[in-house]
């Protein structure tokens, strides 16, 4: 955890500029085990501090790869200089960014860090289970993954902070082949926020999920090929979390709403079916921790949810302060940087499609003909909500029952129109955290979802 130095820092912030002091570390661990072989052993650390300033809309920006009393002196100084060049010459003359309510957000987390040896151990185990229990399977792969941000953030005019945000995974992936013998993979993730003690106590608690993951590699190894069409299909919690993500969250985060996306003319329009509610979630979601807990943002905004669509109407957008103020919004607490080195940029956090009142089971009955759809391993949207993801496990659905699985396909639309087929949404919510977001800079996100009743364009071979 790093030490607070910079506190007294405040007293240097010059008047009449808006001021962000932020010291940051981040920690890295990976262990990759591949066919019981030791194929990946890294630790790593980076960390700094930086300076933003602001004057009349534009920003001057600094950092260290030093976290010392001298490298924030250095970076307050060259970012203050930075801004009153750059005012000097742009002369933007912008009123300045409105000020927020001060205090301070304590530590939410602790970081504790474990030897290498523990993931190490932990990863045979994994892969002993395996290779004891699931004899068709060509190969597998476990791999633990771990990343941390410890951020201790002072403003001259929004809250203070020290927010921490550790995660960790471990990923299984099996491989086998079809009955034709055309080469399969499947994978699983486990885990979530927090250190690796409050996410895996004992291997044999994965044992359930690791037996459901062989299942779908077992019923995949007689999979089908889709029919491609426009077809009804269920999309599982997984898919509809990345549809939240990729092909909606992207088109209403403010900065690229000014840049041309298809949110910007459809504010208070329908874009869904009255079924669909989509949040960006801070730090709770319908009542529990969500997946990844934001609780301020590298701006001094405390985090609070955004709501961005509300029974199929487009209400609102992700901001930094600067951007709320040009909407006349309220800032939610979006602007995040992934490294001590890195401007803060609008992000998502946890973004979801609400549950409904379905129960999968009915859905499932209601569809003749059409596909249940579960996992992707990939997926890509631009500003117009145009989206292709891949698929790489599904099931057929024939007269209301599951029929065999599908191999790897893909579907594709454009969000505002496919949300507006939904005509039943589940009263399940499925969450993925392990990903990252790669706008401009990495960042760690949540996104999840219930499954949706829909149509879509479905590929074939």
């Not at 909407?327 to 607490?333: D, Q, R």
């Given at each position: 955890m790093l030490e607070d130095i910079i506190a007294v820092k405040k007293s240097l912030f010059a008047t009449?500029?808006?001021?962000?002091?932020?010291a940051q570390e981040n920690r890295y661990r990976r262990v990759s085990l591949v066919q019981g072989n030791i194929m990946g052993n890294q630790r790593s650390e980076t960390s700094g501090i930086c300076a933003r300033v602001c004057k009349n809309g534009v920003y001057g920006f600094s950092s260290m790869a030093e976290y010392s009393s001298e490298a924030a002196d250095a970076v307050l100084r060259a970012a203050t200089r930075n801004a009153l060049f750059l005012d000097e010459r742009a002369a933007k003359n912008k009123p300045a960014i409105p000020s927020l309510e001060g205090g301070m957000i304590p530590v939410n987390m602790e970081i504790k860090d474990n030897e290498q040896k523990k993931y190490i151990d932990f990863c045979k185990e994994i892969d002993d289970y395996i290779v004891k229990t699931y004899?068709?399977?060509?190969?597998?792969t476990v791999v633990y993954s771990e990343d941390s941000m410890d951020k201790i953030l002072y403003t001259s005019d929004g809250k203070d902070g020290h927010t921490t945000s550790p995660r960790c995974y471990i990923y299984v992936f099996m491989n086998s082949e079809t009955l034709d013998g055309a080469p399969i993979e499947l994978y699983e993730v486990?885990?979530?926020a927090g250190n690796f003690d409050d996410n895996f106590s004992k291997p044999e608690l994965l044992y359930d999920k690791l037996e459901k993951l062989y299942k779908k590699v077992m019923d995949?190894?007689?999979?089908v090929y889709a029919e491609a069409g426009y077809k009804t299909v269920i999309l599982g919690g997984i898919l509809s979390g990345m549809l939240a993500h990729e092909a909606v969250g992207h088109t209403v985060e403010a900065d690229l709403v000014m840049g041309g996306s298809v949110a910007g003319p459809s504010r208070n329009k329908r874009v869904a079916s009255d079924l669909v509610?989509?949040?960006?979630?801070?730090?709770?979601?319908?009542?529990?921790?969500?997946?990844?807990?934001?609780y301020l943002d590298d701006e001094g905004t405390p985090a609070t949810d955004a709501m961005l669509i509300e029974n199929g109407i487009l209400k609102g957008y992700m901001h930094n302060r600067e951007s709320a103020a040009h909407?006349?919004?309220?800032?939610?607490?979006n602007a995040r940087g992934f490294e001590f080195s890195d401007e803060p940029l609008i992000r998502m956090r946890n973004t979801a499609v609400l549950p409904g009142k379905d129960k999968l089971e009915e859905m499932i009955a209601s569809v003749e003909d059409g596909y249940y759809l579960l996992d992707t391993g990939n997926g890509q949207a631009d500003l117009t909500g145009e989206f292709m993801?891949?698929?790489?496990?599904?099931?057929?659905?024939?007269?209301g029952k599951l029929g065999r699985a599908i191999l790897d396909t893909t579907v594709s639309g454009v969000a505002f129109e496919m949300l507006q087929t939904v005509d039943m949404v589940s009263d399940e919510m499925v969450w993925s955290s392990s990903g990252f977001c790669g706008k401009k800079q990495m960042m760690p996100v949540g996104m999840g979802g219930p499954a949706l009743r829909c149509k879509i364009m479905i590929g074939g071979r």
């Open positions: 009449g500029v808006h001021t962000e002091l932020r004899p068709k399977l060509t190969s597998r486990f885990g979530g995949k190894r007689a999979g509610t989509m949040v960006d979630f801070a730090h709770t979601a319908l009542g529990q921790r969500a997946p990844l807990p934001v909407f006349g919004m309220t800032p939610c607490g993801f891949g698929i790489n496990m599904g099931y057929e659905i024939k007269n």
